[in-house]
């Protein structure tokens, strides 16, 4: 399977942690998507572009990533066609509240879009969208309370 990672995921450190079976396959562009935050990262359909990290899992790297995730009740999985020649999966969140993220929330994101040479000045619209349409209370992982 093709995971395809937009938020803390992107950073290598933590995947290590979480799935050290994970293969980095490097970056990709989702076309007719948005970055934006719910707390935290998150993608919307939108007449935007998204940076993005792709990664091979494993089955047992996809059980890991449920847990962390928070799947099926936080996130839901999202299946992209065959852009790579195989299908491609996201998590996309079930709420549609939108709020700022924690700066080390945040810190980690940056230092994988480092990792993927992905530019940060996606980072920032997405931050920029994010403040322009604040609505409800997202979501704050304990470890960044």
């Known amino acids: 399977m093709i995971y395809v990672a937009y938020g803390s995921n992107l950073n290598k450190a933590q995947m290590a942690m979480r799935c ?4 980095c396959l490097g970056p990709w562009t989702l076309d007719g998507w948005r970055l934006v935050f719910r707390g935290v990262a998150d993608i919307v359909q939108d007449n935007a572009l998204c940076h993005v990290g792709l990664w091979r899992i494993t089955d047992e790297c996809e059980q890991a990533l449920d847990r962390y995730e928070g799947f099926p009740t936080l996130y839901r999985k999202h299946y992209f066609g ?5 299908p491609m999966m996201a998590y996309v969140m079930n ?11 945040l810190d980690s994101i940056a230092e994988g879009y480092d990792d993927f040479g992905l ?6 619209e997405a931050l920029d969208w ?16």
């Open 20 to 23: 050290p079976k994970a293969e």
């Open 82 to 86: 065959p852009e790579q020649g195989e």
């Open 95 to 105: 709420s549609d509240a939108v709020s700022m993220p924690p700066s080390g929330y």
């Open 119 to 124: 530019p940060k000045s996606f980072l920032g």
């Open 130 to 145: 994010t403040l322009a349409n604040q609505r409800g209370e997202g979501y704050l992982s304990k470890r960044y309370r």
